[in-house]
């Protein structure tokens, strides 16, 4: 229970660092929206303080106070659930963007962390069981080469080829904007049609990184001593390899699942962007290049604490998983 409590106050400052280094580093970028919108307004004929008024009430900014105090105001919001509105899109609350984005990369990053996983441990132990045959070799070239390819360059292929040229699949977008949402199965199809290549750029360029881990732990867990005593038992073969084998080989995957989960969301941004998927990571580039602070804050803050929280629940999962690590705690 303490190493929890001590696991929680870690997180909650891990959390706060981020939020603040990402509010005064945000600030010290290139560009700043404001004047950009300023000079907007003074185009169309007001004068400078005519233009700072209809700025500083349109986007809630109080343009006397020193920054500083616009960090405490921040923390505030934070504490409140408010993350601002966005500078872009005019009057339009960051939180009703992120909780419209959030669902969409939740969904395109489930499905493709879950296939990935499972193919990884079935192939995985496939090729362990088999090591220095044919097929432990081709898996394991396979998972080579896949696992350095980098996500977005095959998403550009796949983009190219099954988009542009065959026109098997939508090119951009998460759905048909013709065909009203709802627990339909045209509605779900074309979620599914829409997300079809995104999920395989994550699942082509990850699974081969599974695969490789579940075979060496899987080869490593057949060395032990407690499998040749189950064998002389003679116990039954699927057995051994459920219950013994990949039960134990296992173990270290899923905390690094937990931690690829967290991850995966700061990956998502550029597989995103390839096909305009308008997730939580085409938000974040659309506000950095828009210099829309509120929006970057809230999109930055999403991705912060999937990260840290991942971290956390690795961790317990690890100690849930291995007695010998609670033991030790």
Avoid at 23 to 44: E, S, T
Avoid at 221 to 232: C, F, N
Avoid at 252 to 281: D, H, K, Q
Wanted: aromatic share 14%.
């Amino acid at each position: 229970m303490r190493w929890i409590v001590k696991r929680i106050i870690t997180l909650l400052t891990t959390f706060y660092i981020a939020i603040t280094l990402t509010f005064f580093l945000i600030r010290l970028m290139p560009g700043n929206p404001i004047d950009v919108m300023i000079n907007q307004y003074m185009q169309q004929g007001m004068s400078m303080e005519q233009a700072r008024i209809m700025v500083s009430s349109l986007y809630q900014i109080d343009f006397s106070k020193p920054v500083w105090e616009q960090y405490i105001e921040y923390l505030q919001l934070i504490i409140r659930g408010n993350l601002g509105v966005s500078y872009i899109y005019t009057g339009v609350p960051v939180a009703r963007i992120i909780s419209y984005a959030l669902p969409w990369t939740v969904f395109l990053l489930s499905i493709s962390i879950t296939l990935s996983f499972v193919l990884g441990i079935i192939l995985g132990m496939f090729a362990a069981y088999r090591r220095n045959t044919k097929a432990d070799h081709t898996i394991t070239l396979f998972s080579t080469i896949t696992n350095a390819i980098p996500n977005y360059v095959l998403a550009l292929i796949f983009l190219f080829f099954f988009a542009c040229v065959w026109k098997i699949f939508p090119m951009r977008g998460t759905r048909d904007p013709r065909i009203p949402p709802g627990f339909t199965l045209e509605f779900i199809s074309n979620v599914f049609h829409h997300a079809t290549l995104p999920i395989l750029s994550f699942l082509i360029t990850t699974v081969g990184s599974w695969i490789l881990q579940m075979r060496g732990a899987t080869i490593s867990v057949l060395g032990e001593d407690y499998i040749k005593v189950a064998e002389a038992r003679g116990l039954k073969g699927k057995r051994i390899m459920f219950s013994y084998v990949g039960r134990n080989a296992i173990i270290p995957l899923f905390t690094r699942l937990a931690i690829a989960i967290g991850y995966m969301f700061s990956g998502s941004v550029l597989i995103e962007n390839i096909f305009t998927y308008t997730g939580i990571g085409y938000y974040l580039t659309y506000s950095v290049t828009a210099r829309d602070y509120p929006l970057m804050q809230g999109c930055f803050l999403i991705t912060t604490l999937a990260i840290i929280l991942s971290n956390f629940i690795a961790d317990l999962l690890y100690g849930f998983l291995d007695p010998r690590v609670r033991i030790e705690r």
